[in-house]
């Protein structure tokens, strides 16, 4: 349900057009859609001067159409519901929803949601009713209180901005034009600050402001003295603000212990108004020294309604999280796995949940598994060839726990197993799944007291931050790595991480 057009035209008789358009308002995005929905059929809004004559000749309003026209006049096209076809250009402007009502001719163009020939029943377009909806709200809105031209014309220039609240990008949200305006203070929006044009509104209610500092961690380890392990963090702020007034200004810092890693190839979100240099030159490019920039990260903003990415970093952690090391030998139709996993000491040892995945590609299904796990539990999935190792919440104090066993596997069914061309022969991996609260790997985080609120009302301000695990793979150590495959799939992780 939307709108592709509204009017206001004062019907003014004796005047050269007989009317004069009062207000205007187009929705380009919902003129794409009818022109998709549409089709063949799509006749596009014309200007306000030919629409108006347009309709006006329709309505029967113009001073000069005094004669008969059957297209218009005749009995088989009495109208009784206040929608029209009104004639442009040589075709066919439908539906238009328009009336009379105290000189003032009321008017929109709904947008109908499938083809237009034939024409669909009017009880079908759901955009009808909408667009009565939406023009009895402005009416009641023009006519509550309306006593002098001055005050008909100070209501006409409040409904460029009340519109833009109560049926934004053309989609009615509220019809009480009235109470909107209640809520709006109409002289700071149109005299002190102009409401940005990506703002569709304004929000009213508690304040409030929740920030989160999210970290996805990648690793390729194979334990091989010419392959070096890769690993890199990639990092997001998401925040959500709702805050009273068109254009609120907030400052958030991110900042970082003293043996934090620093932040890196940062992108910030475009409502930030302002950034130190040394924040976006800092490069996972160049080489780390000690000159480099570790903060505080500041980020002055005017933030928009919805929760928003406020920006994305990349940072070179000194070790992975989590080492491993996993072996497999190949007799005959059984493997013979070891793994081994360390946590590393700096690391909180409490996890959401923690997960090692251990699969085996173009095999047939597993038949039989012995093992020997220092720690958690083993969950064997049969027919997808999957053994899942539970490790849980917390790794003991050795921080190192260890798996052992022999896999045996039944015959091969190309359409039921899984099947990979790069895992072939003793190429295999093993794939960590975890996530820690409460946590990041940088040490990067957002201290409540740092946020700085320039909106009215004292806000209550939420942080969060947590570690999660992405692609995270240790190769096994006893086969010929596949070092392009791995780059590969580091790169693509960093690139569609969020």
């Known amino acids: 349900m939307a709108q592709r057009a509204v009017w206001l035209i004062s019907h003014e008789s004796g005047t050269p057009l007989c009317g004069i358009v009062k207000f205007s308002r187009r929705y380009p995005t919902v003129e794409k859609r009818a022109k998709v929905f549409n089709g063949a059929s799509y006749v596009p809004v014309p200007e306000d001067g030919p629409f108006l004559k347009a309709l006006l000749f329709e309505l029967r309003l113009l001073d000069d159409e005094k004669d008969f026209l059957e297209s218009r006049d005749s009995c088989s096209h009495i109208n009784k519901t206040s929608i029209y076809g009104v004639p442009v250009g040589g075709e066919e402007l439908w539906p238009v929803v328009a009336f009379l009502k105290n000189g003032m001719i009321y008017a929109c163009v709904p947008l109908v949601e499938q083809t237009l020939s034939p024409r669909p029943p009017l009880i079908s377009i759901s955009g009808i009713s909408q667009g009565f909806e939406l023009l009895f709200g402005v009416q009641d809105f023009l006519s509550s209180g309306q006593k002098t031209d001055s005050e008909l014309n100070t209501k006409l220039s409040q409904l460029s901005d009340l519109l833009l609240q109560t049926c934004p990008f053309g989609t009615l949200l509220d019809a009480n034009l009235q109470n909107s305006l209640d809520s709006i203070n109409f002289a700071s929006v149109t005299h002190l600050q102009k409401q940005p044009a990506w703002k569709t509104g304004t929000y009213k209610g508690k304040p409030q402001v929740s920030i989160s500092v999210t970290e996805k961690v990648n690793s390729m380890q194979y334990d091989k003295q010419e392959i070096a392990d890769t690993w890199q963090v990639v990092g997001v702020v998401t925040c959500k603000c709702d805050l009273e007034g068109s254009m609120p200004n907030v400052t958030i810092s991110l900042s970082l212990p003293t043996n934090g890693s620093p932040l890196q190839d940062i992108l910030v979100h475009p409502c930030v108004t302002s950034l ?223």
């Open 276 to 498: 130190d240099s040394a924040i976006l030159t800092s490069s996972s490019i160049d080489a780390m020294d000690d000159s480099a920039f570790s903060g505080p990260y500041k980020f002055p903003l005017t933030p928009p309604l919805e929760s928003f990415n406020l920006c994305y970093y990349t940072s070179q952690v000194p070790v992975p999280p989590i080492l491993g090391f996993y072996q497999v030998k190949e007799e005959e139709v059984q493997l013979k796995i070891t793994v081994n996993l360390k946590l590393h000491e700096s690391v909180k040892n409490s996890f959401e949940f923690c997960e090692a995945h251990i699969p085996f590609y173009n095999r047939g299904p597993i038949t039989h598994v012995e093992y020997k796990a220092s720690f958690g539990q083993l969950e064997v999935f049969r027919e997808k060839s999957l053994l899942v190792w539970i490790i849980g919440q917390k790794f003991p104090k050795s921080m190192e726990i260890s798996l052992s066993g022999t896999i045996t596997f039944g015959a091969k069914n190309h359409e039921k197993q899984p099947f990979d061309q790069i895992c072939i022969g003793g190429t295999a991996y093993l794939k960590l799944h975890f996530r820690i609260l409460d946590y990041t790997l940088t040490g990067c985080y957002v201290d409540q007291h740092s946020v700085q609120v320039f909106a009215s009302g004292k806000p209550k301000i939420s942080t969060y931050r947590k570690l999660i695990s992405s692609d995270y793979y240790i190769w096994n150590s006893k086969a010929p790595a596949p070092v392009t495959y791995g780059s590969l799939l580091l790169n693509l992780s960093l690139q569609d991480n969020f």
